[in-house]
């Protein structure tokens, strides 16, 4: 097994792994290009040497798209190990909201929806980029059919994710369809400021994604008040595994899972850090203590989105975006 250093922020490569480093890169770039001059002389080696040999080419290139792919995949998830920033977007609303853009979104989507406050709204408010939205050039609003309860929604695969106001329902909401497609209750999650984060605001359940897929966090009687972390299926909303931790969810000031490891905040306020992480994959925990600059005083809302490599968060009224720096575990064929 091979590590190296990496991420946002261009992290120097660790002492000792600078070999198997370039070694990836070339490799990459390698396949890139072999794609690139295949994908180019394709149509002419068509119309000389018929179908089959064609379609063996076109199988070729597939193949090496999908190597290509699953190299980028080992060099995109890893272990946390600094968060730099923020940079503020805008100052907008009250103290308390949601703002996202869609992980799973092509490269030319780059849509931001934006949710005021933490109760008594149903206004989702539609930006077509980063830049509209920076300017206020609003494309689209959506009038959901319940209140949301919280800031803690999230936007995969083109629906909102949310959780109904004075329940534990989980529903889901197509933009492009402008209806529910499926709700469900989360079985015996608290709600309604019973195990809210550190800043209260009926924030019990926590919806969120990562690289794997959809994720609820939220705590239980059952499990002493403790945080749960459970995958959803993005269809039904089933829940598909739950992981039982031992942190009490009222002293979390917010939580962001990534690459299946999830990262709690001890406190909402000034000098608030990163202080555990859950591994999903190893079901085991570690305290950590990774700081962040708590900008504007007051996080209200905190989330990783993979596409950008970067946290979204909601401080005290200021839409904001952190940077992090992942520590990479490349595997290489000799582990498997």
């Given amino acids: 097994m091979h590590l190296h250093g990496g991420g946002s922020g261009a992290e120097p490569v660790l002492p000792g792994c600078q070999e198997q480093y370039k070694t990836d890169a070339r490799l990459i770039t390698q396949f890139k290009e072999e794609i690139r001059n295949l994908s180019a002389v394709l149509t002419g ?36 190990m600094k968060i ?13 909201g949601a703002w996202m ?52 929604h999230v936007v995969y695969n083109g629906s909102l994710y949310f959780n109904k106001y004075q329940s534990n329902i989980v529903i889901k909401y197509s933009f492009d369809l402008g209806r529910v497609l499926a709700q469900r209750s989360l079985e015996y999650a608290g709600f309604q400021n019973v195990y809210p984060y550190t800043w209260g605001g009926f924030s019990d359940i926590d919806l969120m994604a990562d690289e794997i897929g959809l994720w609820a966090v939220y705590a239980t009687n059952q499990n002493a008040g403790n945080i749960v972390i459970s995958q959803l299926n993005p269809d039904t909303l089933e829940v598909a595994k739950s992981w039982n931790t031992g942190y009490p969810k009222r002293s979390a000031g917010e939580s962001f899972m990534i690459c299946g490891t999830l990262y709690v905040t001890n406190s909402h306020l000034t000098g608030a850090k990163v202080y555990y992480s859950y591994s999903t994959k190893t079901s085991s925990y570690e305290y950590t203590d990774i700081p962040f600059h708590n900008q504007y005083f007051h996080i209200s809302m905190l989330d990783y989105n993979a596409r950008d490599r970067a946290l979204y968060a909601w401080n005290n009224g200021h839409q904001v975006l952190f940077n992090v720096t992942l520590f990479h575990i490349i595997k290489t064929e000799d582990d498997t």
């Fill in 84 to 96: 730099t920033g923020p940079i503020t977007v805008k100052t907008s609303g009250t103290r308390f």
């Fill in 101 to 152: 853009t869609d992980p799973l979104a092509s490269e030319k989507n780059n849509r931001v929806w934006y949710m005021d406050s933490y109760t008594n709204n149903k206004i989702v408010r539609e930006y077509k980029s980063m830049a509209d939205f920076v300017s206020g050039a609003e494309s689209r609003t959506y009038n959901l059919p319940f209140k949301w309860a919280g800031t803690n």
């Fill in 45 to 80: 080696i068509q119309e000389e040497l018929g179908a089959y040999d064609y379609e063996e080419l076109h199988l070729r290139v597939l193949s090496l798209e999908t190597r290509l792919r699953d190299c980028m995949k080992k060099l995109t998830c890893g272990k946390l």
